[in-house]
């Protein structure tokens, strides 16, 4: 016999798929700033955060390898292949939180400029990705990606 569904089952069912997409959507936003940020050792676009409380913004790209000695050859004049490799683990966020996202290194300002990438995601890709990520298709989708931790 089909029990019927309580008022709420139904809220617990659409809490459920908030944060699934929540979640999607912190992925997929981090993801797409790494890949629209300049590159020239690779610390700026690895260095994406996604948290539930404020970012600092104080990383110093000499503090941490191997960027540091790609800096230092890029300071000598010498060409360098960027290392990207993300610095920050995206946590499982809950439907009440407010996800921040923004980049951690101390010169955000300066790089931010020279990614104009950036500003057209955040402009225009992000409502869409809102947009298909809370789709009924996206939430599926997502439903079976959406790393656990």
Do not use: C
């Not at 798929?17 to 790494?34: D, F, P, T």
């Not at 009440?96 to 300002?109: D, K, L, M």
């Not at 402009?123 to 997502?142: A, E, H, N, P, Y």
Request: glycine content about 6%.
């Amino acid at each position: 016999m089909m029990r019927e569904l309580t008022k709420s089952d139904l809220l617990a069912e659409i809490e459920e798929e908030i944060e699934i997409g929540l979640n999607a959507l912190a992925h997929l936003a981090v993801e797409k700033l790494e890949g629209n940020s300049a590159r020239q050792t690779g610390f700026y676009a690895s260095s994406w955060k996604a948290s539930p409380s404020l970012i600092n913004y104080d990383d110093d790209i000499y503090a941490y390898n191997p960027w540091a000695g790609l800096r230092r050859k890029v300071d000598a004049g010498q060409k360098v292949i960027p290392q990207l490799k993300r610095r920050h683990v995206i946590p499982r966020f809950n439907h009440r939180q407010t996800v921040y996202i923004a980049n951690t290194v101390g010169y955000s300002e300066t790089a931010f400029a020279k990614s104009p990438g950036i500003t057209t995601y955040a402009t225009f890709g992000i409502k869409k990705d809102i947009d298909r990520v809370f789709s009924d298709q996206g939430i599926l989708t997502w439903r079976a990606n959406i790393p656990k931790q």
